[in-house]
């Protein structure tokens, strides 16, 4: 049986990065979910098994921070802060600074996911507007993406799953992570400046005019302060004795109850699909780690918070990250960090297995959204000039956050 799980679980992986490249039609969530099915047809999990396998916490925090993003996205609430601040940039590199600064904040308390299906074309239509070269604001904003949402518990997918199993409070999380992400934040704008100096060595001066759109402020009246107060309560959720989770559904209820948007057309916008990729990944995994196959793997990699032990996590997450994706990487991760119960290697997991998304376009779903829309506009995003970049930022980045998380643990 055990060799079955390994067989399994290897297909299941093998299905998931070969769909890491854009030009191939092979469907990521399908190969977890014919993953899962197999794990309990061959009788490595039995269906109770599986169903205890899914950490329904990270489920239920997903789900209710997909609700409240379903309706700030329908209000308008997204492009109405995006295009009123980006329309505020003079020159070029304040127009980057611009794109950066907006998407990694923006990124940091919504999933990033979200926030680049929602900027980009945002971002396009400001360089046409402009009639700036496309490809040095996209590149800044899919990294950024990236870099931004590592500074919160609910910035990714792979953050959340973190902050589940780590006792971090939200606050304390992010003042760790606040001189991470705002470092590789800098590095992204000085390294796209390098990179491109054609489109910022000149002192031209833009001239901006967005097109006007509809904003839904009968509803931003009620859905923002709910988002608000979500964010607030994920602060202080110890002192009011609640979890991440309920937290997030009980503000998804809210905005179900007190949103002007139908509540039909909010639960069409929720990702069904990231869900059933989630729960797929827990019960593949979950089947490998009842015959304790990851063991080796443990004891291969001496995972601690020496400054080897947190420069190996940071190596092995640029590396899997490429290879199967960052939130693939992260829960196959979970049941080894799990039972060294350590807060700073939780912490150096999710930095790294973020900041590694960068490093190439196949690193994090972030990228692939990005360059898919972007590609619908005619503009192409190479794969080594995205890497030529990418590696760049990744490498300081990376340096940058094992040292950071080296000297905590001093």
């Known amino acids: 049986m055990a060799s079955l799980a390994l067989f399994i679980f290897l297909l299941t992986y093998a299905g998931i990065i070969f769909t890491r490249f854009p030009w191939l039609n092979i469907d990521r969530p399908s190969a977890a979910f014919f993953g899962a099915v197999s794990m309990i047809i061959f009788g490595i999990l039995s269906f109770e098994e599986s169903i205890s396998a899914i950490d329904f916490n990270t489920i239920a925090l997903l789900l209710g921070m997909m609700m409240l993003i379903a309706v700030l996205e329908i209000d308008g609430f997204f492009l109405f802060i995006s295009g009123a601040t980006i329309s505020l940039a003079k020159t070029p590199q304040q127009l980057l600074l611009l794109i950066i600064f907006i998407t990694g904040v923006s990124s940091a308390f919504l999933v990033n996911d979200a926030v680049v299906l929602l900027f980009t074309p945002v971002v396009l239509s400001i360089c046409s507007a402009t009639k700036r070269q496309p490809l040095p604001y996209v590149i800044a904003e899919i990294m950024a993406s990236n ?8 910035g990714n997918p792979q953050n959340i799953l973190i902050g589940i199993q780590s006792n971090f409070a939200f606050g304390q999380f992010m003042l760790y992570m606040f001189p991470i992400a705002l470092g590789s934040l800098l590095i992204i ?14 002192g031209d001066r833009l001239h901006c005019a967005l097109e006007k759109k509809e904003w839904n402020f009968a509803s931003m009246k009620f859905s923002v302060p709910i988002f608000m107060l979500v964010v607030l309560a994920f602060f202080f959720n110890k002192e009011i004795s609640l979890p991440y989770p309920l937290i997030a559904l009980a503000g998804g209820s809210l905005v179900l109850l007190l949103g002007q948007i139908k509540p039909s057309m909010v ?3 929720i990702d069904w699909v990231l869900l059933l990729f989630f729960t797929s990944l827990f019960i593949v995994v979950g089947g490998i780690e009842k015959y304790q196959l990851l063991d080796s793997f443990i004891n291969h990699f001496k995972l601690n918070t020496s400054f080897i032990g ?10 899997l990250s490429q290879i199967v994706s960052n939130v693939p990487f992260v829960i196959l991760m979970n049941p080894i960090l799990k039972p060294l119960q350590d807060n700073f290697l939780w912490l150096t997991l999710a930095s790294s297995s973020t900041l590694a998304g960068n490093f190439s376009i196949i690193g994090a779903m972030a990228n692939i959204i990005v360059i898919e829309i972007a590609k619908k506009q005619g503009i ?5 000039t995205f890497l030529k970049v990418g590696s760049i930022v990744t490498l300081l980045s990376l340096m ?6 080296y000297l905590y643990t001093i």
């Open 147 to 154: 870099s931004g949402s590592a500074l919160t518990i609910t």
């Open 380 to 384: 192409h995003v190479n794969f080594f």
């Open 400 to 405: 940058l956050s094992a040292s950071l998380i």
């Open 310 to 319: 947190i420069l190996s996590l940071h190596g092995l997450s640029l590396i």
């Open 267 to 269: 639960i069409k916008e």
């Open 189 to 202: 704008f000085f390294a796209i400046k390098f990179f491109f100096k054609d489109e910022f060595s000149s």
